[in-house]
Structures are given as structure tokens and as C-alpha cells.
């Protein structure tokens, strides 16, 4: 695809050594295997790798009881019984399988009535002109909410709010564009990705303690605050210099409903959905906050407790409540039938989700019988130990290790799921909290996702942006996002550097150090 360069910051020039890099990075991660076949891969690998391990006599320590432990091979006798028997097991309890498809059952029906789409329309619509582009940033930060949706349904709104106010529109689909999707992890309220993440760093954790346990909102207090940090980033950058860099926008208006204003029965479902989420939220912190409480832990905590536990339940009823409420009062929910169909609709969804999640819940399933995640973790903790490369300073160098295989794979559950069970063992060994592991991924593997070109919703939202300049190619969508991507990256990692040397929580229960 041509490249207009009098619209373009020409930073990513496709002839350039930016574009030869780019096409080198496409070109080696369209090789890769579909992930389903990739995890199948790393299975064998495993096994092959725990057959050697324990033909070698190679052995660790217990970190929990000090005794030795020795590699047991998956190519054995045993291991095949247990390969055969553990499958159905290692699938239907994995993690992140039924934390993602119980969240996503609230999600789906938020979505589907409307709500969603018409709470950060409205959001970006009704911001007076001097906070546009503040508040376009701030919602199309939180649209996670709206999980890969918020690709199609924000840039296009925030392009017609910036010409709306008379400025360029693809300032405000780039901004839009890059908050979504680089600020990815940054939210002020739960989403499924907490939750799936969550899901699979526990699954990592219980490596090295079979107790281990992190929640959905690990990484609340941090990602919380990036969100609003990454707003104001995100904001200078857009005014200061992406926006002065593009010539007169001279088009007309490609899309004339993203500009009108809510209509009367899209206002009144938003206040009955707002009134319906007061009333939710004070009803569970009165039950939670009561004196003897169920739902509260051993001497009425609620860090480690009944409710923390059950957190995701707590938030698909959030979604389910707010987004019946909005289609009661849109009118777009007609029939009680509606709710459970589109339930349906939210997990037929993640059909491609669950089939991979088959094979990676026996990779890592066989790397734990097999005591290789164990081995990998202490020997790794030694070799901190001896290079002083722990803390702070140790998380920051794997937050960039991992920025070659982010800019691979473009799913960052599947990344996390590669990941988690060699990193967040080995750094708890020495003493980090698998939380803050968490976050560092997560800077990296949101930051670089602007720039993954194997990502399956690069073509439309490619196609969104020529409605505003028919001659745009990847070149002029690389172009306008790289500078939003290389600051968010950069105060992103300070933020985190800072956070640790403070020792901050990350988010309830989680601080830097293992208690």
C-alpha cells in the first residue's frame, strides 16, 4: 500500500531503515505457527527436554522444604500415564479458562446492548473543546473494556470529535488509536484482561507455592495511575507534536453518525445504568465492609478473603447488571431471551481462546510434573543472586527481554502464558512478588503492540483510517503511532522504575518483596 507523505510524520518511512525492520519483523513472525500449534510445540519440547533432564540425573531443591528433587520425564512410563490421564484435568482447570469465559458472560451482554459504544461515545462527544483530546485519550485508555472492539469503535469517534472542533482528524484517530492499543493494560475498572493474566500468573506462581494466589486487581493501584499518567503523555505528545506536524486536513466528514450527539433513549439508558452500578457497588461494600462478614478473611480481612476469591463473579454481575439496565432503558434489550443469547454470542467469541488453551494448559501442565519449571526457576534465582540483576533493576531488564517475542506474537495472553512459568517462579525464588513480574510484562507487551504487524486487526483498522485519508498505508499508520508508542514506552518503564525503588504496592496485598 502507498504511503500519503503529505499527511505523515514519515518516521516509519517504508523505504527507510524503519520500514526494512518492520518488514523483517513481519516476515519472521508470519513463519510462527498458529499458537495452537505453537503450544503443542513447546509440549513436545518438554518432553524431550524432561527425557534428557532426567536420563542426566539432574535434580533441584524444594525452595518450600529444602529437599532434593529430581526430574521426572514425561517420555517415561509414568509420565505417559500421566500425560493420558491429567488432560481433561490440566484443560478444564486452567486458570485463566474459566476466569476469562465468566467475566467475558458479563462483558458480552454490556457490549451487545450497546452500552459500551454509547458510554464512551458519549464520554468523547460531550468533553468541551478545550479537554478533546484529553478526554478522546482518557476513554479510548479505558477501552479495554470493550476488549479488541475498542480498535473499530473509538478511533473513528475520536477523528470526527477533533474535526468536529475544527481540528485535524487524524491527530484524534492516532491518539485514539495508540491509547487503545499501547495503553492496553492501563485501566481504572477490572477488565478481562486482569482477569485472564491474573489467571495464568497463578497458575505460574503455584510453581513454586502450590498456595500462591494473585488476584484480578494485582496490578490495580499501578495500572490505575498509568492510566491517568498515559492520558496526560498521551495528550502532550498528540498537541505538541503530532498534531503540528500534519498538513491542513482538507477532506470532508467520513463519518457523519460518529459525530452526532446521543440520541434522548441512549441518555436515558446510561442514567439507568448509572444508577443501577451506584446501587450495585453499595450493596456489595455493605455486605463485604459489615462487621462479621462472610466474605471477609481470618480477622475481617479483605485482602486475602472470600470475596478477593470470588472478585470475578463480583465483576460479571457488574457488567451483567449495568448492561441489562442500559437495554432496559435503550430499549435495546426487547426480550428476557436477548441476555442469555448474547451470552452465548460473548463465548462463541472466545472459541478460538479456549481451542488454544487446550494445548497450552498441557505444556505447562506436563513442564510442572516434570520439575523443569523448578529447575529453570532456582537455577535462574541463583544466577540473579550472583549478578546482583535482582529487584527492580532485574524486572526492567525482563519488562525489554520481552520486547522481541511482543512484537512476534500478537497475543499477549498466549506471550504471558510462554513466559510466566519460567519467569514468575524464577524471580519469586529471589523474593519479587509475582504481581510486580505481572507488571512488568505488561508495560512492554501493551507499549509495543502498535508496532506487531502480524496484529489480525491491523486491515481494518487500516481501512477505518483511509475513510479519512483515502491514500494512507501501513506506512502512514506507523508513522503517527510511533511517537505515541515510544513515549508511553519510555514513561511508562520510569513510572514503574520509580514505583519499585519506592517500594509501592501494585495493587491490594501486592508489594515488591514476597512477605
Not at 258 to 280: C, D, H, N, Q, T
Request: charged fraction near 10%; include cysteine; glycine fraction near 10%.
Amino acid at each position: 500500500m502507498s504511503t500519503d507523505t503529505t499527511t505523515t510524520l514519515t518516521l516509519a518511512d517504508a523505504k527507510g531503515v524503519g520500514g526494512r525492520i518492520l518488514r523483517g519483523i513481519e516476515r519472521v513472525g508470519n513463519r510462527l505457527p498458529h499458537p495452537f500449534y505453537l503450544f503443542l510445540i513447546i509440549a513436545g519440547l518438554v518432553a524431550v527436554a524432561s527425557a534428557i533432564a532426567a536420563l542426566l540425573g539432574a535434580e533441584t531443591t524444594d525452595p518450600a522444604t529444602g529437599e532434593p528433587v529430581a526430574i521426572r520425564s514425561i517420555l517415561s512410563g509414568e509420565g505417559a500415564v500421566y500425560a493420558l490421564t491429567s488432560a481433561i484435568e490440566n484443560f478444564v482447570t486452567f486458570p485463566p479458562l474459566g476466569l476469562i469465559v465468566t467475566v467475558m458472560l458479563g462483558i458480552g451482554v454490556a457490549e451487545r446492548l450497546g452500552l459500551l459504544k454509547a458510554a464512551m461515545r458519549g464520554a468523547v462527544l460531550a468533553a468541551p473543546g478545550w479537554a478533546v483530546t484529553f478526554v478522546v485519550v482518557l476513554v479510548s485508555l479505558m477501552g479495554n473494556l470493550a476488549s479488541d472492539s475498542a480498535m473499530v469503535i473509538l478511533p473513528p469517534l475520536a477523528a470526527a470529535a477533533f474535526l468536529a472542533a475544527g481540528r485535524h482528524p487524524l491527530a484524534g484517530f492516532a491518539a485514539s488509536y495508540a491509547a487503545v492499543v499501547a495503553g492496553f493494560s492501563a485501566n481504572i475498572v477490572p477488565a478481562g484482561t486482569d482477569v485472564l493474566l491474573s489467571g495464568i500468573t497463578t497458575s505460574a506462581a503455584q510453581i513454586v507455592d502450590p498456595e500462591a494466589s494473585v488476584s484480578p486487581v494485582a496490578n490495580y493501584f499501578f495500572m490505575a495511575t498509568s492510566t491517568i499518567l498515559l492520558a496526560i503523555v498521551i495528550t502532550i505528545v498528540c498537541q505538541r507534536y503530532v498534531e503540528p506536524r500534519l498538513t491542513p486536513y482538507e477532506g470532508g466528514l467520513a463519518d457523519e453518525d460518529a459525530s452526532k450527539p446521543l440520541e434522548p433513549v441512549e441518555r436515558r439508558g446510561l442514567r439507568v445504568a448509572a444508577i443501577a452500578v451506584v446501587v450495585y457497588l453499595a450493596l456489595v461494600a455493605t455486605v463485604v465492609l459489615l462487621p462479621g462478614s462472610p466474605l471477609q478473611g481470618e480477622g475481617g480481612q479483605i485482602l486475602r478473603s472470600p470475596f478477593m476469591t470470588a472478585l470475578p463473579i463480583f465483576i460479571l454481575f457488574l457488567f451483567l447488571i449495568a448492561g441489562v439496565a442500559y437495554g432496559l432503558g435503550a430499549r435495546t434489550l426487547r426480550r428476557a431471551t436477548d441476555v442469555p443469547e448474547h451470552m452465548a454470542a460473548a463465548v462463541k467469541d472466545l472459541v478460538p481462546f479456549i481451542v488454544v488453551i487446550f494445548t497450552a494448559a498441557q505444556a505447562i501442565a506436563w513442564f510442572n510434573w516434570s520439575q523443569l519449571g523448578l529447575l529453570i526457576a532456582t537455577s535462574g534465582a541463583h544466577a540473579m543472586e550472583a549478578t546482583g540483576l535482582g529487584g527492580i533493576g532485574g524486572l526492567l531488564l525482563f519488562s525489554l527481554f520481552c520486547t522481541l517475542p511482543a512484537l512476534l506474537l500478537a497475543s499477549g495472553s498466549a506471550l504471558w502464558t510462554l513466559l510466566a512459568p519460567i519467569f514468575v517462579p524464577m524471580f519469586m525464588l529471589a523474593g519479587i512478588d509475582p504481581a510486580y513480574v505481572q507488571a512488568a510484562f505488561r508495560i512492554t507487551d501493551s507499549a509495543t503492540n502498535p508496532l506487531v504487524p502480524m496484529n489480525p486487526m491491523l486491515p481494518v483498522v487500516l481501512g477505518l483510517l483511509q475513510r479519512w485519508e483515502p491514500k494512507a498505508g501501513l506506512g502512514t499508520l506507523f508513522s503517527l503511532v510511533i511517537p505515541f508508542t515510544l513515549v508511553i514506552w519510555g514513561v511508562w518503564l520510569l513510572q514503574f522504575l520509580v514505583w519499585g525503588l519506592l517500594g509501592l504496592p501494585v495493587g491490594p496485598g501486592h508489594g515488591l518483596e514476597l512477605p
